[in-house]
C-alpha cells in the first residue's frame, strides 16, 4: 500500500494545469475578493464599491462589535423605557453629565438614532451578503463536482499504485465506494470526481439566517413589548387593563388593544421556610392560588402560580415575583363609628419580611369636636416579634406578629393634586398624637389588640386575621420564540461551519505504456488539515483491497508474492 503525502499546493504558474484552479474553485461560497485598487469614477462605480465594503464579513463582524459595545451603555445607565424613577433621579445627582447624556440619547439607547442606524445597517450587511451566497450554493448543489485536474500529482494529498485490474473496473469500484461514505460522486472521463461536506456551507447560510431571525426578534420583541406589576391581597383580584396595573411600561408601538383579556383572583398564598439549620429562614415554596378566566365569558379555571412557574394567558405570562403581609385594620372614631376596615399591605424590608407601610384614613373620620379631619399611622410589622429586638423580625413566618404603629392627624395631602406613595407617610401638616407623658403616640399591638386615641379621638384596632399579599409581573414579550429558535440555530450552524470540512477527492484509472492500470488518488479541502489525507488513505486502502497492486516487470515474481505492497510514488515536489 502506497503512503498518503500531505503538503501545501504550490503555486500554478500561468498556462500550467489551469485547471488546477477549477478543480479547487466553489469550495465555499464566500465572494471573490476584488484585486486592490481605486473604484471607477461616477455614482454607480461608488455604489457599488460601499454596496461590496458593506456586504463584507469584516464590515458585518465590526458591525456586530458595534453593536454589542453600543449596548453597554443600555445597562449602566437608566433607561427612560424601563425606569423613569432612576432618570429622573439621575437627572438631579449628575447635573453635568445628564444634558450630554441627553444629546447623546444614553437615556434611551435601544430607540437612539446611532443604535438603530447600527442595527439598519448590521441587517442590510447580513442580507446582502446571504443572498448572492445563497443562490450561489444552490448552483453548486444542482451541479457535478469538476473533473480531475490533468496533473493529480500537484495536489496536497496523493497516492498512486498500478493494478492488473481493468480501469473500468477500478474506476466503477471507486464510484461505489465514494457513494457509500456518502460523497456525491459521478465520472467525469477517466476518473471519478467526488466531493463531501456541504453541510458546512449549510452551517454557515443558517448561522448568517440566524443572526437576521435574532434581529427581527429582537426589534419586534422592544416596539411591541409589554409589563406591569400587580400587588395583589389575598381575596382581591386583578383584570388586564392598563388601570389596573400599579406599574407599566411598553413599546414604542404597543398600544392597549394588544393587552390579552383576561382576569384572575388571587385565592391564597402559601409560604414555607426552612425551620432550622443554616439555612433557617430560606424559604422552600413560594405559591399562589388563583382563579383565572381568559376572555371576557371565558370559563373560570383554578392554577397554581410558583416561582419560574408562570401563568401563560395569550401572549401573556404572569409571574409570581414578590410576597408579604397586610395587617387588617380597622378604625373607628370617638362615636364609635367604623371609619376605616380594610387589608393594609406593607412593603418587606428584609429576609425576614420585616415590612413597613402607611395607613392612612382619607374621608369619613370626625374628630371630638366634629370637625372632619385625616388620620395617618406610619405602620411597621414584625411577623417574628421576639422581646428585646425592636427594630426587625427573626423569622418570616407568622409566628408572634406584631404591628407597631405611630399615630397622625391633620391633612395628608392627598387633595393637593400632587401623586404620593401609598406605602408612605407625608408628614408636613400632619400632627403627632400624644401619649400621657407628651411623647409620640407610639404602642405595639398583637392581633387582636386596640389602641385609644387620646382625648376621645378614636380607637385603632389590629384584627387576627392577617392577610398575605404577593406580587405579580404580568410581561408579554412577542418574538422570544424566534429570538430562542434563531440563537440555537446560529450555535449549530456556527459549530457546523466550524467542524465540518468541505472536500474533494478524484480517482483516476488509466492503462500504462505497459498496459497495467495506474490508478491515482488525490483529495483537495478548503483549508490544509490532517483530515484530508487521513481520509483518503482510508479510501485507498479500502480500493487497494479490491485493486491490489501488480508486481513491477523488472521485480522477482517470488518478491511480489511477498511483498504485494504496490510501488509508492510520491507527491511533486515531497520529500523522498
Aim: glycine content about 10%; aromatic content about 10%.
Amino acid at each position: 500500500m502506497s503512503n498518503t503525502t500531505d503538503k501545501a499546493t504550490p503555486a500554478t504558474p500561468e498556462g500550467q494545469d489551469q485547471d488546477l484552479g477549477a478543480a479547487g474553485s466553489q469550495l465555499s461560497t464566500a465572494p471573490a475578493e476584488d484585486a486592490p485598487g481605486l473604484p471607477s469614477l461616477g455614482v454607480i462605480g461608488w455604489a457599488r464599491w460601499f454596496w461590496r465594503q458593506l456586504t463584507s464579513m469584516r464590515v458585518a463582524l465590526l458591525l456586530l462589535l458595534l453593536l454589542s459595545l453600543g449596548a453597554i451603555p443600555g445597562s449602566l445607565i437608566p433607561q427612560t423605557g424601563i425606569d423613569e424613577t432612576k432618570v429622573a433621579q439621575f437627572r438631579k445627582t449628575h447635573e453635568t453629565l445628564a444634558p450630554v447624556y441627553d444629546k447623546l440619547g444614553l437615556f434611551n439607547v435601544y430607540s437612539s438614532v446611532w443604535f438603530s442606524a447600527i442595527y439598519i445597517l448590521l441587517f442590510i450587511s447580513l442580507i446582502g451578503c446571504i443572498i448572492p451566497r445563497t443562490w450561489q450554493f444552490v448552483g453548486q448543489l444542482r451541479g457535478r463536482p469538476p473533473g480531475a485536474p490533468r496533473r493529480l500529482t500537484r495536489l496536497p494529498a496523493y497516492t498512486t499504485w498500478r493494478t492488473e485490474a481493468e480501469p473500468e473496473q477500478v474506476r466503477e469500484a471507486a464510484l461505489a465506494l465514494l457513494k457509500k461514505r456518502r460523497f456525491r460522486a459521478h465520472l467525469s472521463g477517466d476518473a471519478v470526481a467526488a466531493e463531501k461536506g456541504y453541510l458546512r456551507e449549510v452551517g454557515n447560510l443558517a448561522f448568517h439566517i440566524a443572526l437576521i431571525v435574532m434581529l427581527i426578534a429582537f426589534a419586534w420583541g422592544q416596539l411591541f413589548k409589554s409589563e406591569g406589576n400587580k400587588l395583589i391581597v389575598e381575596g382581591d383580584g386583578f383584570s388586564n387593563t392598563l388601570t389596573q396595573y400599579d406599574d407599566f411600561k411598553s413599546g414604542s408601538l404597543f398600544t392597549q388593544d394588544d393587552l390579552d383579556p383576561f382576569s384572575f383572583t388571587l385565592k391564597n398564598f402559601k409560604g414555607t421556610y426552612e425551620a432550622t439549620g443554616p439555612n433557617r429562614g430560606t424559604p422552600r415554596t413560594y405559591e399562589s392560588d388563583l382563579t383565572y378566566s381568559a376572555g371576557a365569558d371565558g370559563e373560570e379555571k383554578n392554577t397554581t402560580v410558583k416561582v419560574n412557574e408562570p401563568l401563560e394567558i395569550g401572549g401573556s405570562k404572569v409571574y409570581l415575583v414578590s410576597h408579604g403581609y397586610a395587617p387588617v385594620i380597622t378604625i373607628r372614631d370617638g362615636k364609635g363609628n367604623e371609619v376605616f376596615h380594610d387589608a393594609v399591605p406593607l412593603l418587606p424590608l428584609d429576609g425576614n419580611v420585616t415590612s413597613t407601610g402607611a395607613i392612612k384614613v382619607m374621608d369619613g373620620y370626625r374628630d371630638a369636636k366634629g370637625e372632619r379631619e385625616q388620620l395617618g399611622f406610619q405602620a411597621f410589622f414584625l411577623p417574628t416579634y421576639v422581646k428585646g429586638n425592636e427594630l426587625s423580625s427573626e423569622f418570616p413566618a407568622l409566628l408572634n406578629p406584631v404591628l407597631n404603629l405611630e399615630a397622625y392627624h391633620g391633612d395628608l395631602g392627598v387633595d393637593s393634586g400632587i401623586p404620593q406613595s401609598v406605602y408612605q407617610l407625608n408628614k408636613k401638616n400632619l400632627k403627632g398624637f400624644k401619649d400621657a407623658k407628651g411623647a409620640q403616640l407610639r404602642e405595639n399591638l398583637k392581633p387582636g389588640e386596640t389602641m385609644k386615641l387620646p382625648n376621645g379621638a378614636g380607637t385603632v384596632t389590629f384584627e387576627k386575621g392577617i392577610k398575605e399579599w404577593a406580587g405579580f409581573q404580568v410581561a408579554r414579550q412577542p418574538g422570544s420564540g424566534w429570538a430562542l429558535a434563531g440563537a440555537l440555530a446560529a450555535i449549530f450552524g456556527l459549530a457546523g461551519s466550524l467542524f465540518i470540512q468541505r472536500r474533494r477527492v478524484w480517482v483516476r484509472a488509466t492503462a500504462g505504456a505497459d498496459g497495467v492500470t495506474v490508478v491515482e488518488m488525490a483529495g483537495l479541502g478548503r483549508s490544509e488539515s490532517a483530515k484530508v489525507p487521513e481520509e483518503l488513505g482510508d479510501l485507498a486502502g479500502i480500493l487497494y483491497e479490491q485493486a491490489p497492486g501488480a508486481p513491477d516487470a523488472d521485480d522477482d515474481p517470488a518478491d511480489s508474492e511477498a511483498s504485494p505492497d504496490p510501488q509508492v510514488v510520491p507527491a511533486e515536489g515531497a520529500e523522498k
